[in-house]
């Protein structure tokens, strides 16, 4: 406002002046802000359970962070960072995309017939990736996806953010009913 001023003293009073103001938006929510930009602006307050919800309610033991392992990856290295995190299954991802799946009891079973496996890539042993809902997708739309698949991956602006598991659904109503 103090450079439009500045500008406006040098002119004559049939000039115009014209200077944006700019502000968060706040007052104008329910006007043209859409979703998406509320939600990134995280100004949308959730309203039902929701798959990134979920997903950021795991418990204190689950990894902070997706873990997940590429196809190029060494099955030995990937069982061993399951082993170590206490993981039973982990998505495969190229490129930040799903490609198939790693579950360590398949897996196991596979290295078991055909020890050679272990320095083989993990393409040798994943299966079918996870199917993948949206962040938003709600409670419902995960468990029945989990119906069908041990896990389902979460999607958020075209990036896998989070797995959940059926264990990780199975906690969570447990603790919503104080069991």
Not at 51 to 65: F, H, Q, V
Not at 77 to 100: F, H, I
Not at 113 to 126: A, I, S, Y
């Amino acid at each position: 406002m103090a450079a439009a001023m500045r500008v406006a003293r040098d002119l004559d009073e049939d000039a115009i002046v014209v200077f944006i103001v700019c502000d968060t938006g706040e007052h104008y929510l329910t006007k043209h802000h859409s979703d998406e930009w509320l939600k990134e602006k995280r100004l949308l307050e959730p309203q039902r359970m929701t798959a990134g919800l979920i997903s950021g309610t795991k418990t204190a033991n689950a990894p902070e962070s997706l873990v997940w392992v590429s196809p190029e990856d060494k099955v030995s290295d990937a069982l061993t960072r399951m082993n170590d995190l206490g993981l039973t299954q982990l998505p495969v991802l190229e490129e930040g995309k799903p490609v198939g799946s790693l579950r360590e009891n398949r897996a196991l079973s596979k290295v078991v017939r055909n020890r050679q496996l272990l320095d083989g890539p993990v393409t040798e042993v994943m299966e079918a990736s996870f199917p993948t809902v949206d962040v938003d997708a709600s409670a419902q739309e995960v468990t029945r996806r989990l119906q069908t698949s041990p896990a389902v991956l979460v999607e958020e602006y075209g990036r896998i953010v989070g797995i959940i598991t059926r264990h990780d659904v199975l906690d969570l109503k447990l603790n919503n009913t104080g069991r």
